[in-house]
């Protein structure tokens, strides 16, 4: 007879779930999108402002991930979670101040880009997606609990950052960026999608009305199909109106992640254990999908 003995992950593993570093190309991708946009219609670069809004979307980021765990922790909700940044620390005020203090570094830059431009605009439109952010998880709001977050997720870091990078750019905003924007929000919204899945049980003990608590897991599984071959198929109808480049079918090579994910959630859709890891495939295409369009977008000005 074999027994199994259940190991408790170690601190280190429990700190890399906290920091979660691939989380962070949900920064990355937006920036880099936006500025391929705004390379792809003007010719345009500038490294300076590229780099700077790259870093300060970083940072934004870490406030966002260590605040929402400072929120959780008033709720309850993450009582469970065993690498929630404010039960590794145990010291909840520490982790709300230090989360302040990367917002305002973050904000700083964007001051910085507008300083540069002379131009209030890129602050403007990142300081409402920072509010967004908020209300998604900061009291009173906690727009979250009610199911709202992937319909922020998706304008926050598809149209509203893709534009607020191409601005930064250009000082000028572009209808046809929109498209990308839209491709980046569905993709970035499907990350959030798919962090819900394992957490039913706990989402509803906490209140929380997450779209997979109110869909079920298997219609969500469906809903998750649907938005993820939507990608493809807005990709393609946009490339072969002219609206955007040929080349950004080059997305179609992240299609085999994007088998992966749907497959893996149609899969073990009700099953916790085996569907966590949902959100970082869904990482994967995001990031590989988000590159491959950058690259279509890039390549026909550069050959
Ligand atoms: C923190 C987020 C999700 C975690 O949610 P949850 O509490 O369910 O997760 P855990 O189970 O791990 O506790 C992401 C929420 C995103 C939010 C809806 C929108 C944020 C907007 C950003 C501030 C925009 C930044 C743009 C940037 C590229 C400059
Ligand atoms: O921790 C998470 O689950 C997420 C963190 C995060 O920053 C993010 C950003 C954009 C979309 C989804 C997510 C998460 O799911």
Redesign the pocket.
């Known amino acids: 007879m074999t027994t199994t003995t259940l190991i408790p992950p170690s601190k280190r593993k429990l700190w890399l779930a906290a920091i979660k570093p691939p989380m962070y190309s ?2 990355i991708i ?2 880099t999108v936006g500025t391929a946009a705004a390379f792809s219609e003007t010719k345009l670069f500038d490294l300076k402002i590229f780099l700077t809004f790259l870093l ?2 970083i940072l ?2 870490a406030w ?2 260590i605040s ?2 400072v929120f ?1 922790s008033e709720t309850g ?2 009582k469970n ?1 065993a690498h ?1 940044i404010v039960n590794l620390t145990g010291n909840k005020s520490l982790m709300f101040w230090l989360a302040n203090l990367f917002l305002a570094l973050g904000i700083l830059g964007i001051f910085l880009i507008a300083w540069w431009q002379q131009d209030l605009t890129v602050l403007g439109i ?1 300081f409402l ?2 509010a ?2 908020y209300s ?2 900061g009291p009173p709001f906690r727009l ?1 609990y009610q199911g709202l ?1 992937e319909i ?2 998706f304008f ?2 598809g149209p509203m ?1 893709i534009s ?1 990078a191409y601005y930064s750019q250009t000082q000028q905003f572009s209808l046809s960026s929109l498209i990308p924007g839209t491709i980046i929000g569905i993709s970035t919204s499907i990350i ?1 999608f798919c ?2 899945f394992h ?1 039913v049980e706990d989402d509803m003990a906490a209140g929380k009305r ?1 779209p997979i608590v109110r869909l079920g897991t298997k219609l969500g599984s469906q809903v998750l199909t649907g938005s993820t071959i939507l990608i493809f198929v807005l990709t393609l109808v946009f490339a072969l109106l002219g609206t955007i480049s040929l080349w950004s079918l080059l997305i179609f090579l992240s299609f085999p992640v994007a088998y992966q994910l749907v497959n893996h959630v149609r899969q073990y859709h009700d099953q916790p254990e085996k569907v966590s890891n949902s959100k970082f495939i869904a990482v994967n295409l995001h990031f590989l999908s988000g590159i491959l369009l950058a690259l279509g977008l890039i390549l026909p000005r550069l050959l």
Do not use: E
Request: aromatic share 6%; proline share 3%; hydrophobic share 40%.
């Open positions: 949900v920064a937006p920036i300060s979307a934004i980021i966002l991930n929402n765990d959780d909700i993450d979670k929630s990142i997606c920072c967004l952010g998604y998880q979250g977050g922020i997720c926050t870091f950052a607020a959030l962090s819900h957490q997450s």
